[in-house]
Each structure stands twice: as structure tokens, then as C-alpha cells.
């Protein structure tokens, strides 16, 4: 690595921040040569190994995982209309074998329907091959237009983990998008991410949807970003790819499909919603270092220090802690600085009068230093942990709740947009959604929202005030 020069902008100022701490904690280089796309660097391939360790975790319980080509034949990309028309704008082509022209073009895939659902047609041939429930963890590519950020926005997204299931019945697929919005709820609790889980409108559904439910959270200014989508597909797709079970009665039945995808912005969120002006800071399930050992070397008992200080990692390792001791011709300070921006959960410092005292003096990423008795260490470890990631969920649950506004007056809709999301009482017109989203220059995200901070009452409609209007989350997205 380079040099690091200067110091991380303050998080108020959350773009430069957050195009700071990439590199600075060593997350994503994104100096690779073309638009949109960015390189993990070691570290930050290491929290992404360890959240998608999670997905996995969670979907694994019923779900099994597979591969597919990132090759799609146009023929098949082209057979659903809804779908084509999502994305047509954003496929990579491939055109060409070396210098001879391709027969058939072939699509990068920007999601995965098309390729899986022709084999699907294979597969399924009566009631006991369903429920089928797969997913996979790959790139995918998207044409984006709009403003590519890293993790966020990106023209290859690497991280795209989707699930596809096919089931007999519509109620059934409904049954798995609920067990999908569970998974994606419990997958977000682990990383102590707050999230807005609602139904977004008709017209911004997934491509070839009958509905969609999103997750979403709200970044550190105040827009939200969506962070996982889980849809149900009807039987749109099965008719098109001829995706059929002979039932009990021996009859041909179209099957009803889900599928519902996380990528890496899972990451910016994580990164977002819990760093500080200081850099990361990093749930300890995902942290790559949780623990880091700063030996406090003077001239004399050095040997003595180094040798507590090993004997604590080994100690803490056998427990199971990924621990690091950080043995560096540096500064103290300069130590500090790096493990925070890295956002290691506690750092444990050990010198002569630490020795002489049977203790371990703890310093929380949080904040908060306090000398724990050596004998005891692995509780005393263990308690901090929790106390580190208690905080870490309490900063992150009054975000959202600070940024979350119920607004009943048109003329204030514009202003709260700004500061964070709206939650409005909307009649279900299109006319006055258009209005909601003119007036307030951001989106609708979605009614039926799952959460407790607001009051779901109904009210008069923000723009025709007719009455009965339902609760509608309005905001800025990225
Ligand atoms: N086949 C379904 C699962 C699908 O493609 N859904 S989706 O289009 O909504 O994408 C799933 C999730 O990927 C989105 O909720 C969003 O969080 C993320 N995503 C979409 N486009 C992205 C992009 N260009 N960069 C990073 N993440 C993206
Ligand atoms: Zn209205």
C-alpha cells in the first residue's frame, strides 16, 4: 500500500467519506480502467467472505446452491416481454467468437431468469420435483447510466447472490416470498443494520413481477439505498418457458416462481451505517481482525511483554477470536489509527505496569477504556464484545428512527426528503403519486411497510386529502 496522506473527511460529510474510507481502510480499489467496476482488495474481500458467509448460513438451511453460465442466448433473453423491456437498456453483448461474428448474440447476464428457467423447464416434470430452491452467488452486469459508485451502483455487480424457487401454487410462492422477507430480515439483524421492509409501487416492480417487496435502509444523509429485493414472479415466466407439473390428477399445471437477490451494497450499507470519523467499524461476526494486541514496548521487559502478549493471542485464538498482534516498528498511536481505521471491535494493550497489575488494559472501537483482569480475560473479552456490539446496534437503530419523518402537509414533504424519509398518507392514485414525486423531487419506495417506528393508521390522502389513504414511505434513493 501507499503512503495514506491527510485524514478520512468527517462522515457529515458523508460522500467524501465514503469514497475516502474505501481506500483508506482498504476496502475497494477503484482505480481499476473501466466505468463502474472495482477491485476488492484483500481486507475488504475478507468482510465480504464473512457476510456472504452469513447469506450462505441462512440459506443453506433450505436452499441449495448452484452455478449457471453468465452466457445467455438471445433467443431465450428475449422471450419475456415485461423482462426485456426492464433490461434492455443495460445488457452487454457479446458479439463476436475472436474475429468471427457470433450466430447468436449472447448476453451477459444482468440477472439470472433467463438462464435458469429454460433448464428449469427441463427439470420440473411433476408435483414431486417442487418446490425447487436454489441460488447462486455470481457477477453480473448491468449497464448502469445512472452515477456508478462503488458497491453500490456498479456495471459489474460481483457479489449478486440470487435465489430462484419454483412451487405449484401462487399461494405457495407468496408463502416463500414471506420466508424470503424473514431470511433477508434476519440476515440484516446479524449486521445490526436497520432496514424498511415495504411493498413498492405497480409501476417500479421488478421486470416481469406480479409484486415486488424491498429492503431498504437509510445512509448516513439521509437517502435510502436498496439493499435486497424479493419478488413474486406468478406464473409470467413459466408460461413463457414452459416451466410444467403434472399434478395429482395427472393434468399439465403451469408452476408460480420467486426470486429475490442481495449484492454488495450489503457491504456500502454495513460500512455506512456503522463507521465514524475515524474509519470502520465492523461487527465483530465480520470483522477480519477482531482483536488487535498492541504491545507497550519500553526499553526494559521487552521480552517479557512480547511474551504475555503471545500468550494472550494464543489464548483469545483458542476461544475463537481472530486476533492479531501488532509487533510493527510504529508508534503506539500510529497503531491505533490504522486498527481503527480498519475497524477492529477492541484493541488490547499489554505493557510492563499491565504486568505488574494482572491486567489487560481494553480500549472499545466505540470508545470507552478499561483495564480487564487477566485472569479472567475471555469473559471480560467476551462482555466487551457484547457491550461493543450492543452500542453499535443502539447508534444504528436511532439513526433510522432520527431519520424517519410521518408528514401530513404537502410544503413540508420537499424539506423532510432532504433530511431523511417521509412516511405520508397517500389514497393509491397514480395522479397524486406523481405529485407526492414531484413535489418532493424523490421517490415513492413502498406502502404495507413492516415496521413499528411509524403509525400505520390510515389518513387523508397528502395531496387530495381523501380519506383512508394508507401509510406510504416516501424518500431519495441512491
Ligand atoms: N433476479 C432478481 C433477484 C433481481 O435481479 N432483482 S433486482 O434487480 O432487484 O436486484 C437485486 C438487488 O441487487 C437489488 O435489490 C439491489 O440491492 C442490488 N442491485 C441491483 N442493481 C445493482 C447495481 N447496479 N449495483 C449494485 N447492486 C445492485
Ligand atoms: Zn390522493
Same mark, same amino acid.
Given at each position: 500500500?501507499?503512503?495514506?496522506?491527510?485524514?478520512?473527511?468527517?462522515?457529515?460529510?458523508?460522500?467524501?467519506?465514503?469514497?475516502?474510507?474505501?481506500?483508506?481502510?482498504?476496502?475497494?480499489?477503484?482505480?481499476?480502467?473501466?466505468?463502474?467496476?472495482?477491485?476488492?482488495?484483500?481486507?475488504?474481500?475478507?468482510?465480504?467472505?464473512?457476510?456472504?458467509?452469513?447469506?450462505?448460513?441462512?440459506?443453506?438451511?433450505?436452499?441449495?446452491?448452484?452455478?449457471?453460465?453468465?452466457?445467455?442466448?438471445?433467443?431465450?433473453?428475449?422471450?419475456?416481454?415485461?423482462?426485456?423491456?426492464?433490461?434492455?437498456?443495460?445488457?452487454?453483448?457479446?458479439?463476436?467468437?475472436?474475429?468471427?461474428?457470433?450466430?447468436?448474440?449472447?448476453?451477459?447476464?444482468?440477472?439470472?431468469?433467463?438462464?435458469?428457467?429454460?433448464?428449469?423447464?427441463?427439470?420440473?416434470?411433476?408435483?414431486?420435483?417442487?418446490?425447487?430452491?436454489?441460488?447462486?452467488?455470481?457477477?453480473?452486469?448491468?449497464?448502469?447510466?445512472?452515477?456508478?459508485?462503488?458497491?453500490?451502483?456498479? +456495471? *459489474?455487480?460481483?457479489?449478486?447472490?440470487? !435465489?430462484?424457487?419454483?412451487? %405449484?401454487?401462487?399461494?405457495? =410462492?407468496?408463502?416463500? &416470498?414471506?420466508?424470503?422477507?424473514?431470511?433477508?430480515?434476519?440476515?440484516?439483524?446479524?449486521?445490526?443494520?436497520?432496514?424498511?421492509?415495504?411493498?413498492?409501487?405497480?409501476?417500479?416492480?421488478?421486470?416481469?413481477?406480479?409484486?415486488?417487496?424491498?429492503?431498504?435502509?437509510?445512509?448516513?444523509?439521509?437517502?435510502?439505498?436498496?439493499?435486497?429485493?424479493?419478488?413474486?414472479?406468478?406464473?409470467?415466466?413459466?408460461?413463457?418457458?414452459?416451466?410444467?407439473?403434472?399434478?395429482?390428477?395427472?393434468?399439465?399445471?403451469?408452476?408460480?416462481?420467486?426470486?429475490?437477490?442481495?449484492?454488495?451494497?450489503?457491504?456500502?450499507?454495513?460500512?455506512?451505517?456503522?463507521?465514524?470519523?475515524?474509519?470502520?467499524?465492523?461487527?465483530?461476526?465480520?470483522?477480519?481482525?477482531?482483536?488487535?494486541?498492541?504491545?507497550?514496548?519500553?526499553?526494559? +521487559? *521487552?521480552?517479557?511483554?512480547?511474551?504475555? !502478549?503471545?500468550?494472550?493471542? %494464543?489464548?483469545?485464538?483458542? =476461544?475463537?477470536?481472530? &486476533?492479531?498482534?501488532?509487533?510493527?516498528?510504529?508508534?503506539?498511536?500510529?497503531?491505533?489509527?490504522?486498527?481503527?481505521?480498519?475497524?477492529?471491535?477492541?484493541?488490547?494493550?499489554?505493557?510492563?505496569?499491565?504486568?505488574?497489575?494482572?491486567?489487560?488494559?481494553?480500549?472499545?472501537?466505540?470508545?470507552?477504556?478499561?483495564?480487564?483482569?487477566?485472569?479472567?480475560?475471555?469473559?471480560?473479552?467476551?462482555?466487551?464484545?457484547?457491550?461493543?456490539?450492543?452500542?453499535?446496534?443502539?447508534?444504528?437503530?436511532?439513526?433510522?428512527?432520527?431519520?424517519?419523518?410521518?408528514?401530513?402537509?404537502?410544503?413540508?414533504?420537499?424539506?423532510?426528503?432532504?433530511?431523511?424519509?417521509?412516511?405520508?398518507?397517500?389514497?393509491?392514485?397514480?395522479?397524486?403519486?406523481?405529485?407526492?414525486?414531484?413535489?418532493?423531487?424523490?421517490?415513492?419506495?413502498?406502502? *404495507?411497510?413492516?415496521?413499528?417506528?411509524?403509525?400505520?393508521?390510515?389518513?387523508?390522502?397528502?395531496?387530495?386529502?381523501?380519506?383512508?389513504?394508507?401509510?406510504?414511505?416516501?424518500?431519495?434513493?441512491?
Amino acid at each position: 500500500m501507499e503512503e495514506q496522506e491527510g485524514t478520512l473527511p468527517q462522515k457529515a460529510d458523508f460522500s467524501s467519506w465514503y469514497n475516502d474510507i474505501l481506500w483508506r481502510a482498504e476496502i475497494m480499489d477503484v482505480r481499476y480502467p473501466v466505468k463502474g467496476l472495482y477491485v476488492w482488495f484483500p481486507f475488504g474481500f475478507g468482510i465480504r467472505k464473512r457476510v456472504y458467509g452469513i447469506l450462505r448460513e441462512l440459506l443453506d438451511r433450505d436452499h441449495e446452491e448452484t452455478l449457471f453460465p453468465l452466457l445467455i442466448p438471445e433467443p431465450e433473453f428475449m422471450k419475456e416481454a415485461e423482462h426485456i423491456k426492464g433490461f434492455e437498456n443495460e445488457v452487454y453483448w457479446v458479439t463476436h467468437g475472436g474475429t468471427t461474428p457470433l450466430d447468436v448474440k449472447l448476453a451477459l447476464r444482468p440477472t439470472s431468469e433467463t438462464a435458469i428457467y429454460p433448464m428449469y423447464a427441463l427439470w420440473v416434470r411433476s408435483h414431486a420435483d417442487l418446490p425447487i430452491k436454489v441460488y447462486q452467488i455470481v457477477n453480473t452486469f448491468r449497464y448502469e447510466t445512472k452515477h456508478t459508485r462503488p458497491l453500490i451502483r456498479l +456495471r *459489474e455487480i460481483t457479489s449478486f447472490k440470487e !435465489a430462484h424457487t419454483v412451487h %405449484a401454487t401462487w399461494d405457495e =410462492a407468496e408463502s416463500q &416470498v414471506e420466508d424470503a422477507i424473514a431470511r433477508y430480515q434476519e440476515f440484516y439483524d446479524r449486521l445490526n443494520i436497520p432496514v424498511l421492509i415495504s411493498k413498492r409501487p405497480d409501476w417500479d416492480k421488478f421486470p416481469g413481477a406480479d409484486y415486488t417487496i424491498a429492503v431498504d435502509t437509510i445512509m448516513p444523509d439521509g437517502r435510502t439505498l436498496q439493499i435486497g429485493t424479493v419478488h413474486h414472479l406468478g406464473d409470467h415466466f413459466s408460461k413463457t418457458f414452459s416451466i410444467q407439473y403434472e399434478d395429482t390428477k395427472g393434468e399439465q399445471q403451469y408452476c408460480h416462481q420467486t426470486c429475490y437477490g442481495i449484492s454488495e451494497r450489503s457491504i456500502a450499507a454495513l460500512i455506512s451505517m456503522h463507521g465514524d470519523d475515524l474509519g470502520l467499524m465492523l461487527p465483530p461476526e465480520v470483522a477480519p481482525v477482531q482483536i488487535v494486541i498492541v504491545p507497550v514496548i519500553m526499553k526494559k +521487559r *521487552e521480552e517479557e511483554v512480547m511474551q504475555a !502478549a503471545t500468550q494472550l493471542e %494464543a489464548e483469545l485464538q483458542n =476461544a475463537g477470536y481472530r &486476533v492479531k498482534i501488532d509487533t510493527r516498528d510504529l508508534r503506539p498511536g500510529a497503531k491505533y489509527y490504522y486498527w481503527e481505521m480498519r475497524g477492529v471491535p477492541l484493541r488490547l494493550e499489554i505493557g510492563p505496569r499491565d504486568l505488574d497489575n494482572s491486567v489487560v488494559m481494553s480500549v472499545l472501537r466505540t470508545g470507552g477504556k478499561e483495564p480487564l483482569p487477566r485472569a479472567d480475560i475471555i469473559s471480560e473479552v467476551n462482555r466487551k464484545m457484547k457491550e461493543y456490539t450492543n452500542v453499535l446496534l443502539e447508534h444504528a437503530q436511532a439513526h433510522i428512527q432520527n431519520h424517519l419523518f410521518m408528514v401530513h402537509e404537502e410544503s413540508e414533504l420537499s424539506n423532510t426528503v432532504s433530511k431523511g424519509v417521509a412516511a405520508v398518507h397517500w389514497c393509491g392514485n397514480r395522479e397524486c403519486a406523481d405529485r407526492i414525486e414531484e413535489i418532493s423531487d424523490a421517490s415513492i419506495l413502498g406502502t *404495507e411497510v413492516r415496521t413499528d417506528l411509524i403509525d400505520q393508521k390510515r389518513g387523508n390522502c397528502i395531496i387530495c386529502g381523501k380519506p383512508d389513504g394508507i401509510v406510504t414511505l416516501v424518500g431519495r434513493s441512491y
